[in-house]
């Protein structure tokens, strides 16, 4: 489904002609340029979590109407996995795409390299854009324009089970070394499995790959590197948790399976972000709030690693509602939004100031990824980076699973990588 460079090209020629043709199944601008009141509807597809972070980003979001009562509010809520192809599919189409889109940070340059998204400089959109985070702020560039909004910033952490630890007389690993020695303790004393790795998605392989020196791409010097000795070796390093018992894994719905085997005490650990946080509230486990624990993520060995993540708020080029979309963009990445979705969901703000609030310099949660998500790495701002999941993702379940070896996988992907960016090394 994920297309390469040329058909990317072919696209944007397209994108640039659709955005400007419209396309958006909003109403039109109404009143809100001829007596500057904003009117009209809104659409905007949420990509949060069903059951937990929807609930509270869909009643903020229809709350605008407060201060903008002739403006209607539609409230999607898309599954993040069919998210990024279902905008591209409408967009070229002209037909169905929403006007605000919440767009994972790694979209943001591929929605704006096809010419989809409105560029925001000068825009009310962009409000004391200067209060940004700076690692937030930078997936949002792109070619010296800025296209989105960051709505929250965060990365990844090892989420563990404080009760199972205690029974189990363990201290929270630091290091790959130290988790497989800690899992295996955790499995003699109590029966129960070390780590849950989820093994569908890639991105849970970046943290391991970052620990042992390794990347993806090096965007700056045009060069392909997730096959390089570091990359094999962190192939090895999942292979090796999974073949040892540290941890288990899986090949399908690895998030279901990941959340409800770390809730309902099946194993001590997972790695997650703070996207998790509520869902894992939910648990039985956890409903004393403290049993919670959130460690960084075990060092390999060059270090501790985690990637950068995100959400950024992007409005549509072919909205017919510019105006009321850049007001709810603004809105909706305000001081006082962002500091009520980190009150609610323990999800990290994106403005400097939101940190000093009340509710928020006090959230345990909050204060342990704040310097998580300040050391993370950043991946690159390139269009093609949401691309580089897919060949990766294969690769990463058939290592995890036995179907083929750390080598191989890490050189077919590298072998994907260089047919999908041309020229590069």
């Avoid at 659409?43 to 903020?60: A, C, H, N």
């Avoid at 937030?136 to 960051?150: D, E, F, I, L, R």
Wanted: hydrophobic residues 40%.
């Amino acid at each position: 489904m994920r297309r390469g460079i040329a058909a990317t090209a072919l696209v944007a020629a397209l994108g640039v002609t659709l955005a400007a043709c419209g396309g958006s199944d909003s109403g039109s601008n109404g009143g809100s340029k001829g007596s500057g009141e904003l009117s009209g509807t809104v659409t905007w597809w949420d990509t949060s979590t069903v059951g937990s972070e929807d609930k509270v980003f869909k009643k903020i979001a229809e709350d605008f109407t407060k201060a903008h009562p002739k403006v209607t509010v539609k409230y999607v809520n898309v599954p993040f996995g069919e998210a990024q192809n279902k905008f591209k599919n409408a967009a070229q189409s002209g037909s169905g795409a929403p006007d605000v889109i919440r767009s994972e940070v790694a979209w943001t340059p591929e929605f704006a390299d096809l010419g989809y998204l409105a560029p925001l400089d000068g825009t009310p959109a962009l409000k004391n854009q200067d209060d940004f985070l700076k690692q937030a702020a930078a997936s949002t560039k792109y070619n010296g324009k800025t296209y989105a909004v960051p709505q929250v910033i965060d990365s990844m952490g090892i989420f563990y089970n404080k009760k199972i630890f205690k029974d189990a007389g363990v201290q929270v690993p630091k290091t790959i070394d130290e988790l497989k020695a800690v899992s295996a303790k955790i499995k003699q004393k109590t029966g129960k499995t070390g780590l849950y790795l989820r093994g569908d998605d890639a991105y849970w392989f970046l943290s391991f790959l970052y620990g042992e020196g390794g990347d993806l791409v090096d965007a700056e010097n045009r060069k392909i590197t997730v096959d390089n000795p570091a990359g094999v070796k962190a192939f090895k390093v999942v292979k090796d948790l999974v073949d040892s018992g540290a941890a288990k894994t899986d090949a399908t719905d690895g998030w279901n399976n990941m959340q409800t085997a770390f809730k309902e005490g099946k194993v001590a650990m997972m790695i997650n972000g703070p996207w998790a946080v509520a869902d894992t509230y939910a648990g039985k486990e956890f409903a004393d709030k403290a049993n919670l624990g959130i460690a960084p993520v075990p060092a390999g060995s060059a270090g501790q690693g985690a990637p950068q993540g995100g959400h950024n708020l992007a409005v549509y080029a072919g909205s017919k509602n510019l105006d009321a979309s850049y007001a709810f963009a603004e809105y909706m990445t305000s001081v006082e939004t962002q500091a009520k979705v980190s009150k609610e969901l323990s999800l990290l703000p994106t403005r400097e100031s939101v940190y000093i609030k009340p509710d928020v310099a006090t959230n345990e949660q909050i204060a342990f990824f704040k310097p998580v998500v300040e050391k993370a790495v950043e991946r690159p701002w390139i269009p093609e980076t949401g691309s580089l999941f897919a060949p990766l993702v294969t690769e990463y379940t058939k290592v995890l699973t036995g179907q083929t070896t750390p080598e191989t996988g890490a050189k077919t992907v590298g072998d994907g990588y260089r047919k999908l960016l041309k020229d590069w090394k």
